[in-house]
């Protein structure tokens, strides 16, 4: 009886979903690891971004607060040195102005002040006296002004005051011709009077003092 050779059997073919699946994972696979790889290099891209954002932001922050301080102190230092020249120079105008015994009508519209200021006085004393349409008074040194207002109070009142002293000046300049003119006719009439005066007075004195003389000598002379 013959043999007969049993036919292989036949590997099963895999369906061709299950394939399309195994390589759908295997891309799957490789996507993800890309992304991933992706992502931390951003990570760390991001992160020496922000570290060099924040250093260079610190930097311009310290740079700025640098110089606001420097700023600060010299803006102090010109506070306090307007203040006492402001001081110096008011007190300085209040002698002018009393020596001239002379105040100023301020033209209103060319002072910093708030509506409602009708007129403006700086009298002898150096005080500034503002008139309000409401007829109220207000009254204070002038230094105890805002520079601004102190500044605007000078434009104004300079011109004025170079005209006062200039006619202050020939006032006196008049005067003073006046008494060295009178000072030296009256010099002279005592010359004349006193002169005379003196020359009588002289003769007779001048026996008075011959006999003194001879008296001395008489008693300095041995016996």
Not at 87 to 108: D, P, Y
Not at 171 to 199: C, P, Q, Y
Request: hydrophobic share 40%; net charge negative; proline share 4%.
């Amino acid at each position: 009886m013959a043999e007969t050779n049993p036919k292989p059997t036949p590997t099963p073919k895999l369906p061709a979903q299950e394939e399309d699946q195994k390589k759908n994972a295997a891309e799957d696979t490789h996507f993800f690891h890309s992304v991933k790889l992706s992502n931390e290099n951003s990570e760390t891209r991001d992160d020496e971004e922000i570290e060099a954002s924040k250093a260079d932001m610190d930097q311009k922050l310290g740079e700025l607060l640098t110089n606001i301080n420097e700023e600060t102190l010299q803006l102090s230092e010109f506070m306090m040195e307007e203040n006492k020249l402001v001081n110096e120079l008011c007190l300085s105008l209040k002698q002018i102005l009393k020596q001239l015994n002379i105040s100023f009508n301020l033209k209103v519209q060319e002072i910093p002040f708030r509506r409602g200021v009708k007129k403006v006085i700086l009298n002898e004393e150096g005080h500034l006296i503002v008139i309000h349409e409401k007829d109220e008074v207000a009254s204070a040194f002038l230094a105890g002004y805002s520079p601004e207002i102190v500044m605007a109070v000078l434009w104004n009142v300079l011109p004025e005051l170079a005209k006062a002293i200039t006619l202050y000046r020939k006032k006196i300049s008049m005067r003073v011709n006046f008494f060295g003119k009178v000072k030296k006719e009256l010099k002279g009439i005592v010359k004349a009077m006193v002169g005379s005066t003196d020359e009588c007075v002289e003769a007779q004195t001048e026996p008075v003092l011959d006999a003194a003389k001879e008296a001395l000598q008489s008693q300095t002379q041995p016996a």
